[in-house]
Nanobody
């Protein structure tokens, strides 16, 4: 099984940047898709960004395009989420997830493995 551990969350001001990391306990197979989701208080968990491991193809939800960048380090078996120009509406618990099928999916039900989450808080 795959164990995912997120890190890098914290408290920042609007306009600041953070980089989240997600480390896997074993090598991610080339068929995997790695994704980031977030859940704000009182709201459902939503898709943020994902990357297909084998090709590096990345895709995002509209609200973060131009501000967030997902990337991978193949040697470290780690995926990153660089978050720039953070806004208060970005405040949420951010989760790393993995889909072994390697599809271009965005639903929580498509991802078989999940991390524990890391808190991101953006103040005014």
């Amino acid at each position: 099984q795959v164990q995912l551990v997120e890190s890098g969350g914290g408290l920042v001001q609007a306009g600041d940047s953070l980089r989240l990391s997600c480390a896997a306990s074993r090598r991610t197979f080339s068929t995997y898709t790695m994704g980031w989701f977030r859940q704000a208080p009182g709201k459902e968990r939503e898709f943020v960004a994902a990357i297909i491991w084998s090709t590096g193809y990345a895709y995002y939800t509209d609200s973060v395009k131009g501000r967030f960048t997902i990337s991978r380090d193949i040697a470290k078996n780690t995926v990153y989420l660089q978050m720039n120009n953070l806004k208060p509406e970005d405040t949420a618990v951010y989760y790393c997830a993995a889909d072994p099928r390697g599809r271009s999916v965005i639903s929580t039900t498509d991802f078989a493995y999940w991390g524990q989450g890391t808190q991101v808080t953006v103040s005014l």
